[in-house]
């Protein structure tokens, strides 16, 4: 049942608006005050679908009340009802944050479409949160060229995702993304392309020159990067595989190592290792699996990959 709140100083066009309103949308509540400072008290007791409110009140005008209700109420719509030639007036209240507005002589026509209008997005606003608290997995499937332009907007993509849900605070997020590049990275390079880290320790512009070279090339222009992304409220789950022909797992060296940090490359295992709670390569050494886990105590949680020189360098 929407509850509408309407401030406007005159009474008159207070019970006017009120009729109007709950004599044509069904099963409305109207909440009257008398100013802006009354609709602040208002607000405080009780939480409202929409406010509808003058402009020109005294102790608060309309204007400030669009901007205390976008800090107090955030999301509520707020319509402005402005005077007969007061285009300045609803510029100002939209600018502020004010939903839609009405000419004051525009009331009986315009007002029930309008306030319509801003309760019916209101709702499905409030009706979408409800469902995605609902959530309890979900999962998505791209497989994706050779490109490495792909990787920036996949990723905000699926970071966009986890914060929709509210499953990782923001710093998670970031971390996931920052893993997520490395092996996407790591499997365009390296694993499509068959790129060798050396030569990027040697020379990054032959590397990078070579790797454009090798993206036309037949041999390799056709193999895709597969990313399987689940995320439930206990996890999420990033298996990403490569069509090039793998690689033995053991024989990588171990990123942690001092000599190794200095590398060009060396830094991408460290950072995945470091911001995901496992991570699992197949045996062919062409699909990893990286998995986080949402809101466990440390102690709970599978050791960290340390130990496991498991990953090729980015």
Known sequence: MPNILVADYSPVERRLVGALLTRQLPDVTVTYASDGLQALDEIAKASFDAIVTDYQMPNLDGLELVERAASLCPGVPVVVITGCGSEAMAVRALEAGAASYIAKQDIDHRLIETVGNVLALSQSRKCRRRLISSLTMQSAHFVLENDVALITP?????????????????????????????????A?????????????????????????????DAAYAARRVHVQATASREMVRYVIRDEGPGYDVHRVADPTDEEHLMRVGGRGMLLIRSFMDEVEHNSKGNEITLVKYINAPTETRPAANSARPDLQLV
């Open 188 to 216: 365009i390079y390296h694993g499509n392309l068959e790129l060798d880290s050396e030569l990027r320790q040697e020379d990054e512009t032959l590397f990078y020159d070579l790797a454009d070279q090798r993206r036309h």
């Open 154 to 186: 996949l990723i905000t993509w699926l970071q966009d995702q986890l914060a929709t849900v509210k499953l990782c605070n923001d710093t998670q997020v970031l971390r996931i993304g920052v893993a997520l590049h490395e092996t996407l990275v790591n």
